[in-house]
Nanobody, 117 residues
Framework: QVPLVESGGGLVQPGGSLRLSCVVS????????MAWYRQAPEKERAFIAL???????NYADSVKGRFTISRDNAKNTVYLQMNNLKPEDTGVYYC???????????WGQGTQVTVSS
């Protein structure tokens, strides 16, 4: 296991922005894929965004055009920039790292995001 630590969550009004960070304890190169997931109240954890080593990204339809995933290999960190937040974006956001080469698979502890007026 390679620990992942998320931060940056909080309470924000609709239309506001937040940036989540996920720091990899060790080298981010241990993972080929880094992703963010969200678990809304009383719902299952759902995919939000993915970035692979080459920089290719993929997003859930519900966040396209509003969220941006990026990675800074020098800082061993993955970010999720969230703009124009909506109440339905509320939930616990989890960072996930996976390697299709080594089979490594790690989850962070989650960070709470609440969008409310």
């Amino acid at each position: 296991q390679v620990p992942l630590v998320e931060s940056g969550g909080g309470l924000v009004q609709p239309g506001g922005s937040l940036r989540l960070s996920c720091v990899v304890s060790g080298s981010i190169s241990a993972f080929t894929d880094m992703a963010w997931y969200r678990q809304a109240p009383e719902k299952e954890r759902a995919f939000i965004a993915l970035i692979v080593g080459g920089g290719t990204t993929n997003y859930a339809d519900s966040v396209k055009g509003r969220f941006t995933i990026s990675r800074d290999n020098a800082k061993n960190t993955v970010y999720l920039q969230m703009n124009n937040l909506k109440p339905e974006d509320t939930g616990v956001y989890y960072c996930h790292g996976a390697s299709y080469i080594s089979g490594l698979n790690s989850w962070g502890q989650g960070t709470q995001v609440t969008v409310s007026s």
